[in-house]
């Protein structure tokens, strides 16, 4: 997560009941910005949770970026994936 957080920084984030744990990486963080590393307790709600997260941290839900290849890694993958969307074949004729 990526924003205007300032002093409330990754006390509020942390609070969260599914927040394992969260972490301000100095890498991404600059001027009034600052970057925010999340670990969940349950990685599979990341892609309701973080949204969520980020409002109760006063940020917009463009301030959430994942880390598809590492989430890829645990075999979690969007909804909204387009690949996951199956449809059924189109009958033979």
């Known amino acids: 997560m990526t924003g205007a957080i300032y002093d ?3 006390a509020v984030i942390q609070s969260q009941s599914n927040v394992e744990k969260a972490v301000r990486n100095e890498a991404l963080s600059g001027g009034n910005e600052i970057a925010i590393d999340l670990i969940l307790k349950n ?3 990341i892609f309701s949770d973080l949204p969520r997260i980020a ?6 839900r463009e301030a959430v970026s994942y880390h ?3 989430l890829n890694m645990y075999l979690i993958r969007s909804g909204e994936d387009a690949f ?3 449809k059924a074949p ?3 004729r």
Do not use: F, T
């Not at 409002?55 to 917009?60: K, R, S």
């Open 8 to 10: 409330r920084e990754p």
């Open 55 to 60: 409002e109760q941290a006063g940020l917009n």
């Open 68 to 70: 598809y290849a590492l």
């Open 90 to 92: 189109a009958p033979r």
């Open 84 to 86: 996951l969307a199956w």
């Open 43 to 45: 990685k599979r709600s």
